[in-house]
């Protein structure tokens, strides 16, 4: 039985054909799983899906079922097992680039208990991304490929990627472009991104805002020190200091109401 594809079910809903690829067994080669036309534009797509590890969810219904609050904090920060899902990915976009094409994508589904909180880590992951804070000022900004980027790892394969989590019934979506990939203008450009609204991840236009940073240089990630210094001769600020947030959700269990 294969499993349920909430990448096919919210592009059907928004009226978006979708073509599945047929695993090709002859040759061994692991196809993406379909092609979704967005108007003109023809894009690969690849799903995957990250639910919560029935280990974890055995122990939080322990701890519940002893009238515990049950807690949990995700660091909002790269993880290097969903990086090996884009790695997956890519693999799987760059076996199907013999179809015709004009983008690929990557479809990233968080649910479970820790659905939002995955979401936020895999677009970190994604970006390399951190928080900037400017000495003296009461605001932070963003900094894409502060870190060790999939999106850098992969631009030669991967133009962007929806990234989804869900809440109950509902399944909300984000197109976050990949700005080093040599389509990015193409794709910014494209019919894909209409259906997003403004539920869109662009670094280059966050740049030219104002409100976030790019770090374009070939330091090396793990030293600190060299990339602040960098930023801060980039954009003429005040000392920065780097920081990470996190997602924290608390759980009980409440008694069932007597009839």
């Not at 029935?54 to 322990?62: D, H, N, V």
């Not at 670094?203 to 210094?229: H, M, Q, W, Y």
Request: aromatic share 10%; charged share 25%; hydrophobic share 35%.
């Amino acid at each position: 039985m294969q499993p349920f594809s909430y990448a096919k079910a919210l592009l059907q809903h928004w009226g978006i054909t979708v073509e599945d690829i047929p695993t090709s067994d002859a040759q061994q080669k692991q196809e993406s799983d379909f092609l979704a036309s967005f108007g003109d534009a023809r894009v690969l797509i690849e799903e995957k899906t990250k639910e919560d590890d029935p280990i974890y969810l055995a122990k939080r219904a322990e701890e519940l079922e002893r009238g515990e609050i049950h807690a949990a904090t995700l660091p909002i920060s790269r993880n290097e097992t969903l990086s090996g899902l884009v790695r997956d990915a890519s693999r799987q976009l760059r076996s199907s680039s013999d179809k015709p094409h004009d983008f690929r994508l990557m479809w990233f589904t968080a649910t479970g208990v820790h659905a939002e909180g995955k979401y936020e880590q895999f677009i970190a992951t994604l970006y390399g991304r951190t928080n900037i804070l400017e000495m003296n000022t009461a605001h932070y900004r963003r900094c894409y490929y502060f870190r060790n980027a999939d999106f850098f790892r992969r631009a030669d394969v991967m133009d962007g990627a929806i990234v989804a989590h869900t809440d109950g019934q509902s399944i909300s979506a984000k197109l976050c472009l990949n700005s080093l990939s040599p389509r990015y203008e193409a794709l910014r450009r494209s019919a894909v991104v209409q259906p997003f609204g403004t539920a869109v991840e662009d670094p280059s236009a966050l740049e030219a805002d104002g409100t976030a940073f790019i770090l374009d240089c070939t330091l090396d990630r793990k030293n600190e020190v060299p990339l602040l210094t960098y930023l801060q001769e980039k954009y003429g600020t005040a000392p920065l200091m780097k920081f990470d947030l996190g997602y924290t959700h608390a759980s009980i269990l409440l008694p069932k109401n007597e009839p």
